[in-house]
């Protein structure tokens, strides 16, 4: 498996990486993902590495600290 790391990749690679993970966001459920991809806008342009912003939320997903509120179609800020 190829590194992740920023000093390793493209912008371009970084961001079929990311695309790759979250998968077709545009078709569901009216673009309520969206957010989800803007999580990782950070490791795209090179500026935090990915597996910070995934302890970064998963940090705040646990202690419910700006924690997202639920909205008609899913989750939102």
């Known amino acids: 498996m190829k590194s992740l790391l920023i000093k390793d990749t493209t912008r371009e690679e970084r961001e ?3 695309a790759d993970s979250i998968g077709y966001i545009d078709g569901s459920c009216d673009g309520c993902m969206a957010g989800l991809a803007d999580m990782y806008q950070d490791y795209i342009e ?3 590495e990915i597996k ?3 302890m ?4 705040h997903y ?3 600290d700006d924690g997202p509120s639920r909205s008609s ?3 939102s800020k």
């Open 62 to 64: 646990e202690s419910g």
């Open 56 to 59: 970064e939320f998963k940090a």
């Open 46 to 48: 090179g500026r935090r």
């Open 52 to 54: 910070d912003i995934n």
């Open 16 to 18: 079929q990486i990311v």
């Open 73 to 75: 179609c899913g989750y």
